[in-house]
């Protein structure tokens, strides 16, 4: 598939503003107190009409050692009893969780973040797939999609067949960087053998799919280093990368102060270092599916962003129509029918309400018609880059130049700069509005740009 991304410094540079990933709209920082009540009567609500198989998304805090950079919710210890701990509590509420949704309802989607999943011991993570293939009807054909985020510092080529005897088919694994310079000023020190070893044992053990995450804009990171980090990536040929943009937020993120200012590349070089990533990865064969995300043709995420059916969820870019989302574990967001609902962000606070027999929610929300409308908004334009404003005027029986005259107006600046065409009856990212999705998805985002927000969320730089 030909790329036609088109790369203007002064362009990224003009539109380099704060704004969410929407992984989510509204976005998390939205989110209101709930009710554990609440979320029962959401769930039972949604699942009396609907018996379609569930995502579930199982959250690991734990981490050994804490990478500099990191904006994760995140555990760092070194005492393993306190993950055992949290084994304990997290069956407790896949056991609460789940005699919501029925009696073993089907799940065809898994995936285990972090924190680092593989904190956990084999023997544990054994224990909770039995646990949730008891609570749950887990897939077991080749439909399943289940996925573990892996560091190659607590895993080898044994854990990695250990995984895909538990049923794991797809992998995603942190890299970041190989150059040893950026990895000490991270204190991620993890070599291109270990991460070798693991990638060879997943192709070996029938993994489908192997995910590598990098991250530009890291102290000293530069050009010629970089370019040496992207050969070494092309030549283990993942399925997909995810290039992330280094988010500099020391005063959210206290871990961050350990990088020195002055370390970091300027806003310039690190435009350079995206620009250099663009052109290496689609020159060796990958397609950019948008927002970071790049893959080989003929991975799923390629053919779905082909086929007009790509998504976008918690994890990123996904495939296949939106469903419940079973979130377990703290921190954990899922989605029920239109809700949003998330644990409590402390492990102690997690623990005691489970302790009590009750649901872990803290705060969601419940999406009215305007969140619905202007979530599929958002969503076609960052997966399909095509709007059809026809279709929408009569789904939602509204008027869409009048609905959205604001929004309008505020897509004429993007328009000039050519990042989208806007017509009558059709919203379209051009190639050169690609790489500046965000901006152009936030003029739909009532709570940007409405007073319905009571305070100011800090997100990310788009860039
Ligand atoms: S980046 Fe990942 S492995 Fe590193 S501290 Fe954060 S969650 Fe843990």
Redesign the pocket.
């Known amino acids: 598939m030909a790329e036609a991304l088109q790369f203007d410094a002064a362009l990224l540079d003009k539109y380099d503003t704060r704004g969410p990933r929407y992984t989510s709209y509204p976005a998390a920082p939205q989110f209101r107190p709930m009710a554990e009540e609440e979320y029962r009567l959401l769930v039972r609500a949604q699942r009396e009409h609907t018996s379609d198989p569930l995502s579930v998304y199982v959250h690991v805090p734990f981490?050994r050692?804490?990478?500099y950079?990191?904006g994760?919710n995140?555990v760092?210890t070194a005492n393993y009893r306190r993950a055992e701990d949290y084994l304990e509590v997290l069956v407790q509420e896949l056991a609460l969780q789940s005699s919501l949704f029925g009696l073993r309802p089907q799940v065809d989607q898994l995936h285990f973040g972090?924190?680092?999943p593989t904190y956990l011991k084999d023997a544990e993570l054994s224990r909770l797939m039995r646990a949730l293939d008891t609570a749950l009807a887990l897939e077991p054909g080749e439909a399943r999609e289940f996925s573990i985020e892996i560091?190659p510092r607590t895993t080898d080529a044994a854990r990695i067949h250990h995984l895909a005897g538990l049923g794991f088919n797809r992998l995603s694994i942190?890299v970041q960087d190989f150059d040893p310079a950026v990895q000490q000023a991270t204190n991620?020190i993890q070599s291109i053998d270990q991460t070798t070893e693991v990638i060879d044992a997943a192709r070996q053990a029938g993994f489908r799919s192997i995910n590598l995450d990098l991250i530009y804009g890291l102290p000293l990171q530069t050009r010629e280093r970089f370019a040496q980090t992207l050969e070494t990536v092309i030549g283990l040929r993942p399925d997909r990368l995810a290039v992330y943009s280094y988010a500099h937020l020391p005063d959210r993120f206290k871990v961050q102060r350990q990088i020195r200012a002055e370390d970091l590349p300027s806003a310039a070089e690190k435009l350079a270092l995206l620009a250099m990533t663009i052109e290496r990865l689609t020159e060796a064969g990958y397609v950019y599916i948008g927002m970071d995300h790049f893959a080989l043709p003929d991975d799923e995420l390629a053919v779905a962003l082909r086929e007009g059916t790509l998504q976008r969820n918690f994890q990123g870019y996904a495939t296949g129509a939106g469903r419940d989302l079973l979130a377990l574990g703290v921190s954990a967001i899922g989605r029920i029918g239109p809700a949003f609902a998330q644990n409590h962000r402390d492990v102690g606070h997690w623990a005691a309400e489970v302790s009590l027999g009750r649901i872990p929610v803290a705060q969601g929300l419940v999406l009215d018609d305007e969140d619905l409308l202007r979530g599929e908004i958002i969503q076609a334009l960052m997966c399909g880059r095509r709007l059809d404003v026809r279709d929408i005027e009569q789904r939602y029986a509204i008027e869409f130049a009048r609905h959205f005259a604001p929004e309008l107006e505020r897509l004429l600046p993007l328009a000039d700069d050519g990042l989208v065409a806007v017509a009558s009856d059709t919203i379209e990212v051009s190639d050169r509005g690609r790489l500046l999705l965000r901006p152009i998805a936030m003029a739909f985002d009532a709570y940007l740009h409405a007073a319905r927000s009571p305070t100011e969320p800090r997100y990310s730089r788009v860039i």
């Open positions: 981490c050692t804490v990478c950079y990191c994760c995140k760092v972090g924190g680092t560091d942190g991620r």
